[in-house]
């Protein structure tokens, strides 16, 4: 098993930024790829971000790309979500993900195919 814990969630005003954190513990000696997923109010959950287990691959949903950034520190088994210019669609809680991998290069960008989730942190974007 693998516990999942998002931090850095909070209020910001458009065009602001946050850093999102998601700590692992637990059976962390396999290699997992990582994710960000969001909900928004009324709305089904999305991808937003994901990155392999050695760091080498990275996707983004197209409405994020070039303002968001998703990187890991394996050694702290710590994946982080660098939001900037932030909008008010931003707005949703999000959540980290994670699902074990065989390969360094593999991402995954489904929400079935994730087998870890954490709690979930709010981001509230103010126009």
């Known amino acids: 098993q693998v516990q999942l814990v998002e931090s850095g969630g909070g209020s910001v005003q458009a065009g602001g930024s946050l850093r999102l954190s998601c700590a692992a513990s637990?059976?962390?000696?396999?290699?997992?790829?990582m994710a960000w997923f969001r909900q928004a109010p009324g709305k089904e959950r999305e991808i937003v971000a994901t990155?392999?287990?050695?760091?080498?691959?990275?996707y983004y949903t197209d409405s994020v790309k070039g303002r968001f950034f998703i990187s890991r520190d394996n050694a702290k088994n710590t994946v982080y979500l660098e939001m900037n210019s932030l909008k008010p669609e931003d707005t949703a809680v999000y959540y980290c993900?994670?699902?074990?991998?065989?390969?360094?290069?593999?991402?995954?960008?489904?929400?079935?195919?994730?087998?870890?989730w954490g709690q979930g942190t709010q981001v509230t974007v103010s126009s």
């Open positions: 993900a994670a699902s074990p991998s065989y390969s360094s290069a593999v991402t995954y960008a489904t929400e079935s195919q994730y087998l870890y």
């Open positions: 637990g059976r962390t000696s396999s290699n997992y790829v």
């Open positions: 990155i392999s287990w050695s760091g080498v691959t990275t």
